[in-house]
């Protein structure tokens, strides 16, 4: 594989304003039109005082900076492919809400060059700084000489 594509301590950040047409059409593409998340009348009675963003948006915006990590190195092997393994320890802290601006933070904190593979810790905060959700991402880097097995029998 040559030199890692990425390396401890490598970081990107990712800012967005929640907006209602972002909420909105969350839920049409989910089928998601849970009451916290639409209607801004049961919300206004409820402990929040308003609708809450769905927290899955937010993972949306996690892929986002995993995406933003693999073009931060220049990084152009043309025979290796990054792919998501998935997000562990996923955890929604705190509300988000309608007009506020969230910042994810994506920061490779292991690398396992044997397994090809690395661990990033991602934090999300608001506008004041609060952190809203934490997450751990795994991603992968798989070259033709690593396909899984199923995927070459299948060729």
Same mark, same amino acid.
């Given at each position: 594989?040559? +030199?890692f594509?990425v @390396?401890?301590? $490598? !970081? /990107? =950040?990712?800012?967005? *304003?929640?907006?209602?047409?972002? /909420?909105?059409?969350?839920?049409? %593409?989910t089928?998601?039109?849970a009451? /916290?998340h639409?209607? +801004? @009348?049961?919300? !206004?009675?409820?402990?929040?005082?308003?609708? %809450? =963003?769905?927290?899955?948006?937010?993972?949306?915006f996690m892929s986002?900076t995993s995406?933003?990590?693999?073009?931060?190195?220049?990084? *152009?092997?043309? $025979?290796?492919? @990054?792919?998501?393994?998935?997000? $562990?320890?996923?955890?929604f802290l #705190?509300?988000?809400?309608?007009? $506020?601006?969230?910042t /994810?933070?994506?920061?490779? #904190?292991?690398i396992?060059?044997?397994?090809?593979?690395?661990?990033?810790?991602?934090?999300?905060t608001? !506008?004041?700084?609060e +952190?809203? =959700?934490?997450?751990?991402? %795994?991603?992968?880097?798989v070259?033709?000489?690593?396909?899984? =097995?199923?995927?070459? #029998? @299948?060729e």
């Amino acid at each position: 594989m040559g +030199e890692f594509p990425v @390396a401890i301590g $490598d !970081q /990107v =950040a990712f800012s967005k *304003t929640v907006g209602e047409s972002d /909420v909105y059409q969350f839920a049409g %593409i989910t089928g998601d039109f849970a009451r /916290v998340h639409v209607d +801004e @009348a049961f919300m !206004q009675t409820s402990p929040y005082g308003r609708r %809450i =963003a769905h927290g899955v948006l937010l993972v949306g915006f996690m892929s986002t900076t995993s995406t933003m990590i693999l073009g931060q190195r220049g990084h *152009t092997n043309p $025979d290796e492919v @990054a792919v998501s393994l998935g997000y $562990d320890r996923i955890r929604f802290l #705190a509300p988000v809400f309608i007009g $506020d601006t969230v910042t /994810v933070t994506y920061r490779i #904190a292991e690398i396992d060059e044997v397994r090809c593979r690395s661990k990033s810790k991602i934090t999300v905060t608001n !506008q004041r700084g609060e +952190e809203v =959700a934490i997450a751990e991402h %795994i991603l992968k880097w798989v070259t033709p000489q690593s396909r899984p =097995a199923r995927q070459v #029998a @299948a060729e």
